[in-house]
């Protein structure tokens, strides 16, 4: 089964309007964390967000919030006042705290377009 | 300026051939990794290390091959027994292995294969 499921393969938005980009997650281990990284063309991964699985609240950086919803394992990332910049890949990321190491594990990504 | 370097940045390789794709961090991370990327898919994990003269293999390491002589390199050998190594290999590192450390990457290295 698939640990790291983005549904939404391409999406468009106007710009300065809020963008929603899903993320589902599979996991019995009750200590996690979910990272968003955004892609550009360039190919480099520049990290976002995070939330750990016992964060009370939501977490925000910027632009960036973190809809996250336990119960539903899903961590929705919104992106808010869309720039002309943000069009990418946008990548959703868990790591289970009972690995061995600290690997994360990866969905397949979301391409945000930004419209003028 | 902290972070991490990769080089080449495409690099080019006849079938046969071995190839090394460096890797060089100056953030002072204890842990280091390899991730592949296909197109139009996320990254899988090819090795990890923790500490110098320590690494793990992760989820696709058969055909690759790495060292981790110095705390801030890891480089990372495709060699031939790689049966399609064209694709965009990202190197990472953090602190450390454990807690909430997140990952910080390099801008890649685009292999092709002739």
């Known amino acids: 089964a698939q640990k790291i499921t983005q549904t939404q393969p391409g999406m468009f938005v106007q710009e300065k309007e809020a963008v929603t980009l899903d993320c589902t997650y599979d996991t019995s281990d009750p200590s996690y964390g979910l990272f968003w990284y955004k892609q550009p063309s360039s190919g480099e991964m520049i990290f976002l967000i995070y939330q750990g699985s016992y964060d009370q609240q939501n977490a925000t950086e910027g632009r960036y919030s973190l809809n996250f919803q336990k119960a539903r394992k899903s961590a929705n990332l919104v992106i808010s006042a869309s720039q002309l910049g943000d069009s990418a890949m946008y990548f959703c990321?868990?790591?289970?705290?009972?690995?061995?190491?600290?690997?994360?594990?990866f969905g397949g990504g979301t391409r945000l377009m930004v419209k003028p | 300026d902290g972070g991490i370097t990769q080089s080449p940045k495409y690099l080019f390789r006849k079938e046969g051939q071995n190839v090394t794709l460096s890797c060089e961090q100056n953030l002072n991370h204890d842990a280091m990794y390899w991730y592949r990327q296909d197109p139009g898919q996320g990254l899988r994990l090819i090795y990890y290390s923790q500490i110098v003269n320590d690494f793990q293999k992760g989820d696709i390491a058969e055909g690759y091959s790495v060292s981790r002589e110095k705390k801030e390199s890891f480089p990372l050998t495709v060699t031939s027994a790689q049966k399609n190594p064209t694709a965009f290999y990202l190197c990472?590192?953090?602190?450390?292995?454990?807690?909430?450390?997140?990952?910080?990457f390099g801008p890649g290295t685009r292999l092709t294969v002739l």
């Open positions: 990321a868990m790591r289970e705290m009972n690995n061995a190491g600290n690997m994360l594990t």
């Open positions: 990472a590192s953090s602190l450390d292995l454990t807690g909430t450390d997140t990952q910080y």
